[in-house]
């Protein structure tokens, strides 16, 4: 008997083909924003179209500290995911308020605050990426984040 996958596998699987586009050295990271059932946009994280990726010519890595003194790395040539497809869906005029996004990994603080002001109110992940520094925000906002397992096939 065959099983198939649950749509948020089914949407999971996707959002890990995505990621496959990427441009990063550091981690390959899929978005899908989904509503009722269909994908509206997609993204992944490397450099805005048209400029040069980290795989060509390296990153831009900087290093600041977080409020509890942890220091953080991030490129200045790659945008995330999660921000990739959210300017899809503007650039093609497509709302994403009470949409659904699947992403490989939690989003980054920066992502969540604008996931928060799109009107996302579910965020399905794969693999935590630094989700206790979500905490604060998701105690105060109306996002839940919900975790999705993909079993190999």
Known sequence: MNTRLSWDQYFMT????VAERSTCLRAKVGAVIVRDKN??????NGAPAGLPHCTDVGCLVYQSKTPSGE????CYRTIHAEMNAIAQAAKNGVSIRDADIYVTHTPCIHCLKVLINTGIKRIFYEKEYKLHTL???L???????????????
Request: net charge negative; aromatic share 4%; glycine share 4%.
């Open 139 to 153: 105690r105060a906002a109306d996002v839940v984040l919900h975790q999705v397992v993909v079993e190999p096939r």
């Open 135 to 137: 905490q604060e925000l």
């Open 39 to 44: 994908i509206l946009a997609t993204g992944y």
């Open 71 to 74: 220091i953080e790395e991030n």
């Open 14 to 17: 996707i959002t890990r083909q």
